[in-house]
Each structure stands twice: as C-alpha cells, then as structure tokens.
C-alpha cells in the first residue's frame, strides 16, 4: 500500500464483519454494524505540541486496535477499503 499518513493519522484495515448469526441467519448490509476493530497498516511521525515537542503515536504497524464505530473516514486505497483515524480516536490495542 502507497499510503503514507500525515501528523498524528493512522491508517487501519478494518476487521472482517461477521455477515451470518451463530444460528445460521444471513445479516443484510443494511442491517449490519461497522466494525470496531483493525489492523494498523501505517503510522505518521506524530504531531508536535504548543512547545514544539514531537508527541509520538503509542501505536505500531500491525498492532490490533479498538476503536469507534463513527471514528475516522473510510477510503479506497489500490482496491482496498481502509479507515483514516486521528491517534486520539484509538481506545485501546488489543492483545
């Protein structure tokens, strides 16, 4: 991927969405939840603060993170729907 996030972005593959229940119902699109979950793809450099400090990301490449489902903007990379999150919209990684 030729994507290369800007300050404190980053650009996550988000998870796969389960399109059938447990008791072998089939979820319509319409009907179904954006995922919450995803795999870190790339990282910016950070963003600096009122003092001019570079205040890293505490993510790294291929961390599973956590995060909103409204967060960030979804868009369309080399034929692959990827989701452009601001750092602070990330809750947590998941181990």
């Known amino acids: 991927m030729k994507l290369k996030p800007l300050q404190d972005r980053v650009v996550v593959r988000p998870a796969e ?3 059938q229940t447990a008791g072998g119902l089939f979820i319509p ?3 179904s939840e954006n995922p919450t ?3 870190v793809l790339a990282v910016g450099p950070g963003k600096h603060d009122d003092k ?6 505490s993510v790294k490449i291929g961390d599973q993170i956590l995060f909103g489902k409204t967060a960030g903007q979804k868009v369309t990379v080399d034929n692959e729907e990827v989701t ?4 602070d919209e ?3 990684i998941v181990n």
Do not use: P
């Not at 001019?52 to 990301?57: D, F, S």
């Not at 452009?84 to 750092?87: G, N, R, V």
């Open 17 to 19: 969405v389960d399109t």
């Open 37 to 39: 979950t995803g795999e």
């Open 29 to 31: 699109d319409t009907a």
């Open 90 to 92: 990330i809750m947590a």
């Open 52 to 57: 001019g400090v570079l205040k890293t990301i």
């Open 84 to 87: 452009i999150l601001f750092a």
